[in-house]
């Protein structure tokens, strides 16, 4: 089984250029715009299953420097 998200990533001001360099480089990050909105940046993730999805999330993502708060959607269809 493998398992999509959206992961939505709200940045300390002006800084989401820097969490874009740093979240390209991590595993399981297929894709992430900059955006306009209540968040700074969306990135696609793909897993093998949600621990590894959750492990990507709270391990790596949320531990980037300037990221403040993440939500994230699973893709369900």
Known sequence: MSVEAYVFIE???AKSRE????????GG???AKIVTGPYDLIALVAASN????GDVVISKIQS??????????????
């Open 11 to 13: 940045c300390e001001h």
């Open 19 to 26: 969490v874009m360099a740093a979240l390209m480089k991590i």
């Open 29 to 31: 990050v297929k894709e």
């Open 50 to 53: 949600f621990k590894v999805l």
């Open 64 to 77: 980037i420097n300037y990221v403040k708060r993440t939500l994230t959607n699973v893709i369900i269809e």
